[in-house]
């Protein structure tokens, strides 16, 4: 639990890379400079996920921005699916493409 006072800021710049086998099927760049967005720009073969799982990790994605206070932004192969910015009073707020979203991680069409 963060206190309101506090505040982090990200600042990243790293590769990650799912194999199956030898074969690099998806990267996943995370990167973020002189306190702006931070950014994860996966491109690839994503994979299937629940509707549980994509509700858990929106969770999770509003944590790391009011925990940060950085708008977070999560694209896929140049496609935006995720936007957690925040309001006046510093709560993150997230905005889902839903349906990109589906189409890519529960149904798996790109």
């Known amino acids: ?13 790293m590769k990650l890379q799912r194999l199956e ?7 996943v760049d995370v990167s973020s400079q002189g306190g702006g967005p931070l ?15 994509l509700r858990d990790l929106r969770s999770r994605l509003s944590l790391i921005a009011e925990a940060t206070q950085q708008e977070l932004v999560v694209t896929n192969d140049g496609q935006l699916l995720i ?28």
């Open 1 to 13: 639990m963060v206190q309101q006072f506090q505040k982090i800021c990200v600042e990243a710049g």
């Open 21 to 27: 086998g030898e074969t690099c099927v998806q990267t």
């Open 39 to 53: 950014t994860i720009a996966l491109a690839g073969a994503s994979p299937k996920v629940s509707w549980s799982q």
């Open 83 to 110: 936007r957690v910015a925040h309001d006046r009073d510093g709560n993150a707020k997230v905005s889902i493409r839903w349906w990109t979203v589906a189409k890519q991680f529960v149904f798996g069409v790109r």
